[in-house]
């Protein structure tokens, strides 16, 4: 199983994008908080928005869990 981190740092419109790991653009991520290894993004999500209400997921690592 993957572990997931979250962009402590909001997008434009305000989300903070979940990565898995070994996701390119997890490495352009400057401040990054680990939400530990799940057995997929949906729960990696969830685990995020208890940090961040508007958390998303990646576009190209957790395609499944990207909304916006």
Known sequence: ???YYVNRTAQQN???EVH???CY???LVVSKKDLGIHSSCESAVREA???YIQSN???HCSKECHTT
Request: hydrophobic share 20%; with cysteine; proline share 6%.
């Open 1 to 3: 199983m993957p572990r």
């Open 14 to 16: 305000g989300d903070h």
């Open 20 to 22: 898995k790991e070994g």
């Open 25 to 27: 653009w997890l490495t």
């Open 49 to 51: 928005k208890k940090s």
């Open 57 to 59: 997921g990646c576009v």
